[in-house]
């Protein structure tokens, strides 16, 4: 299972650190992918990381304000989350799935995580 944690209330501007760590299996056999949604609005991918070999992905919305990170010794993938936006608000997710080939998008509806984390919520105020 995945346990997310780090969620909170902070001010426009400022950070928090989201966690996601696994429990019964080990992460860095798979791409593990953060994502969100806030109400009234379609879930959306954040960032996705394949822990075997470090390679990121970033949704645009995030680029230069979000970075991933695993811990492969403690089974814990990280979201570093800066100059927090108002409209970051939302339930944060993580999800864990097999990784497929360089070639996939992690972020595609037609790809299925196979464990999800119960989310987090972050609050950004104005």
């Known amino acids: 299972q995945l346990q997310a944690s780090g969620g909170g209330l902070v001010q426009a501007g400022g950070s928090l650190r989201l966690s996601c760590a696994a429990s019964?299996?080990?992460?860095?056999?798979?791409?593990i992918g953060w994502f969100r949604q806030s109400p009234g609005k379609e879930r959306e991918g954040v960032s996705y990381i394949t822990t075997s070999d470090g390679r990121t992905h970033y949704a645009d919305s995030v680029k230069g304000r979000l970075t991933i990170s695993s811990d492969n010794a403690k089974n814990t993938v990280y979201l570093q989350m800066n100059s927090l936006k108002p409209e970051d608000t939302a339930v944060y997710y993580c999800?864990?799935?097999?990784?497929?080939?360089?070639?996939?998008?992690?972020?595609?509806?037609?790809?299925?995580?196979?464990?999800w984390g119960q989310g987090t919520q972050v609050t950004v105020s104005s």
């Open positions: 019964g299996f080990i992460l860095d056999e798979y791409v």
């Open positions: 999800a864990a799935g097999p990784v497929l080939d360089e070639y996939v998008d992690y972020f595609s509806p037609v790809y299925e995580y196979h464990y």
